[in-house]
């Protein structure tokens, strides 16, 4: 499978500051979600019915370059480095943040976000605004991993 080598680099050669266009970009993108389906932060890449689910890692390999079905395969290619990893390498974030953003529950985002993304289901709120809303914030450096 051709990867770009961006992508394919960016595990092993992480960049020194946050990446606020990418993140920019993978905001936009999660609020272009056609079906909320194609959002879920508890799958790095997974085959739906109606496409390509993704949690906020996989949406940024897609927004670096990625197609959803390349996606896929990235993600099952034992000889490519995890998606958590090169989403991490990709988005300038250490270890401690990347763990708090694509953690599968929301739990770990800051309170203001993990509440939301808790009551989501109750005040019919679509998780993927939840994550475009938190992934903007920290862009805008108004709320820190």
């Known amino acids: 499978m051709k990867v770009p080598a961006a992508i394919r680099s960016a595990a092993y050669k992480p960049r020194k500051r946050i990446n606020r266009v990418l993140m920019k970009k993978v905001a936009a993108r999660l609020r ?5 389906k194609h959002y ?3 799958s790095w890449a997974i085959k739906t019915p109606c ?3 993704a949690c906020i890692a996989g949406h940024t390999l897609i927004a670096a370059g990625l197609s959803p079905v390349q996606l896929i395969k990235f993600h099952l290619d034992i000889n ?3 998606i958590e990893d090169a989403a991490q390498g990709l988005l300038g974030l250490d270890s401690g943040q990347s763990c708090d ?3 599968p529950s929301g739990l770990l985002w800051p ?3 993990a509440e939301r993304f808790r ?3 109750r005040r019919r709120e ?3 605004r939840i994550a475009a809303d938190l992934l903007d914030a920290v862009a805008d450096g108004k709320v820190k991993l």
């Open 32 to 36: 272009r979600l056609r079906h909320e």
């Open 40 to 42: 879920d932060q508890e």
């Open 51 to 53: 496409g390509t689910a």
């Open 80 to 82: 490519s480095p995890s």
């Open 101 to 103: 953003l694509f953690w």
């Open 111 to 113: 309170e203001e976000f």
């Open 119 to 121: 009551n989501a289901k």
């Open 126 to 128: 679509r998780l993927s």
